[in-house]
């Protein structure tokens, strides 16, 4: 069974500063995809980045990125520049090509002003 | 693109009545969606998944009777609450997943509905 684990459960940053948030999952499958969604107070579900297993290079989305270690199936983002918008929870989830996302319970970013 | 709504945003209904939640892709084609319900300050649990014209795939301990749901087009998905009682108040999540480019790997959600059940 896929597992998709987010170690800090909250976390917070100070506004302008640079945070990253961890995520490890377990798999035997060698073709998927990764994703980053944030859920803001509002509860709709922000599709944040992308990441497509067979691509080694790592995702951007302007001030956010990921370090993806395939090997280490480790799959962390990174926020720079945090902005107060960027407080919500952020989810990390495993899509095996096809088949149906497996989402980590959450870490709930704080950004202080 | 790849925008899916959700009605109603919220609703409140006596035990009992029956409650249905609307999601629509408004500028793709979703072959698959999902319905998810989630609980305060805890991830997103995947209860079924519907594709258009077949009958839903639910997930184990999630009652088939009692969440109807029904994915007539490439457009909307229906679920529809039965005989609902004050344990199903939760928030409700659709998601979308489509065909060609990102959208065929990539689930994009809804806004949510929450349920409140008196």
């Known amino acids: 069974a896929q597992t998709v684990t987010q170690s800090q459960p909250e976390m917070s940053v100070q506004e302008a500063e640079t945070v990253t948030l961890s995520c490890t999952y377990d798999?035997?499958?060698?073709?998927?995809?990764l994703f980053w969604y944030k859920q803001p107070p509002s509860r709709q579900m922000i599709l944040v980045i992308r990441?497509?297993?067979?691509?080694?290079q790592n995702a951007t989305e302007n001030r956010f990125s990921v370090n993806f270690q395939k090997a280490a199936k480790s799959f962390s983002l990174k926020i720079s520049d945090s902005q107060l918008g960027d407080t919500a929870m952020y989810f990390c989830?495993?899509?095996?090509?096809?088949?149906?996302?497996?989402f980590g319970e959450g870490t709930q970013l704080t950004v202080n002003p | 693109g790849a925008v899916v709504s959700q009605h109603p945003s919220w609703v409140i209904c006596k035990s009992g009545t029956s409650v249905k939640i609307e999601c629509r892709s408004l500028?793709?084609?979703?072959?698959?969606m999902f319905w998810y319900r989630q609980f305060p300050k805890q991830s997103l649990m995947l209860m079924a998944t519907s594709n258009e014209g077949s009958k839903a795939t639910y997930e184990q301990g999630v009652e088939k009777d009692k969440f109807l749901i029904n994915h007539a087009s490439l457009t909307l998905s229906t679920l529809t609450v039965t005989s609902a009682h004050p344990e199903d108040s939760s928030f409700y999540i659709c998601?979308?997943?489509?065909?060609?480019?990102?959208?065929?790997?990539?689930?994009?959600f809804g806004p949510g509905t929450r349920l409140t059940v008196l």
């Open positions: 990441q497509e297993a067979y691509k080694q």
């Open positions: 989830a495993f899509n095996p090509s096809g088949s149906r996302l497996t």
């Open positions: 798999t035997s499958e060698s073709n998927y995809y």
């Open positions: 998601s979308a997943r489509g065909e060609g480019g990102k959208s065929t790997d990539t689930q994009y």
């Open positions: 500028d793709f084609q979703a072959t698959t």
